[in-house]
């Protein structure tokens, strides 16, 4: 079945560097959409990306719908420590509400 | 306003018992979505309810695993004759609605179910 591929599995950082994970996929998306995940909570959308080669904004971060629709990035700025999570990709293989999740990224972002 | 609600937000129970775990979602919305979370994993999706019928049950592992949602409100994900292998973070949540691979989901914050 179709899979998502999260790059890197996770990272070390200093508060005030940029950040940047990427998703790619073994077939087409149509809609691209970036969670976030605290420890024992659900997760929350960050960003929702709707057409190929779409940039989107939201505060420090910027996710960028690849051309091929086969992947995605998205990029944090100036991390804070309150940036700490897992981040996961996830998109829709139909035109229905069932999601596909990737296996996550997780930040740790040290003071 | 409430969010998506999960109760109970643990469970322990034995091998080879019944577990019933319920999802009350955002007042008005008409999808809800069960999902699976292991350890160090992405959420794999289980069911999707549209109003009071399961519009998407290709998730669910085997016929142990069964939920239903008769008002087209609240949902209970039921699972017959628990395996030490059903031990996870069960999500749920609900969107407006209509608009299928567009519409947003709102998680709740999970129930996480052990078998011993």
């Known amino acids: 079945g179709q899979q998502l591929n999260q790059s890197p599995q996770s990272m070390f950082i200093q508060e005030g560097e940029d950040v940047s994970m990427n998703c790619t996929s073994s077939s087409i998306f149509n809609t691209w959409l970036w969670y976030k995940q605290d420890p024992g909570e659900g997760p929350v959308l960050l960003i929702a990306l709707y057409k190929a080669g779409e940039l989107t904004s939201n505060g420090r971060l910027t996710a960028q719908f690849g051309i091929t629709r086969k992947d995605s990035f998205l990029n944090i700025s100036a991390s804070i420590p309150s940036d700490v999570g897992i981040y996961f990709c996830a998109g829709p293989p139909s035109n229905t509400g069932k999601l596909i999740f990737g296996q996550g990224t997780t930040l740790q972002v040290k003071p | 306003g409430a969010g998506v609600s999960q109760t109970p937000s643990n469970k322990v129970t034995e091998k080879g018992k019944y577990v019933e775990l319920r999802c009350d979602p955002i007042s008005g919305h008409t999808a809800l979505y069960w999902y699976r979370q292991s350890l160090g994993q992405g959420p794999e999706f289980l ?70």
Not at chain 2, 64 to 75: D, H, I, K, M, T
Not at chain 2, 80 to 100: F, H, I, K, N, W
């Open chain 2, 47 to 116: 069911i999707y309810f549209q109003g009071t019928g399961a519009a998407d049950d290709s998730g669910l592992p085997n016929d142990r695993f069964f939920a239903v949602r008769p008002e087209g409100s609240v949902s209970t994900l039921k699972i017959q004759r628990t395996e030490r292998g059903d031990s996870a973070v069960y999500l749920c949540a609900s969107s407006p609605g209509g608009r299928g691979g567009t519409d947003t989901q709102y998680f709740g914050p999970g129930t996480r179910l052990t078998v011993l």
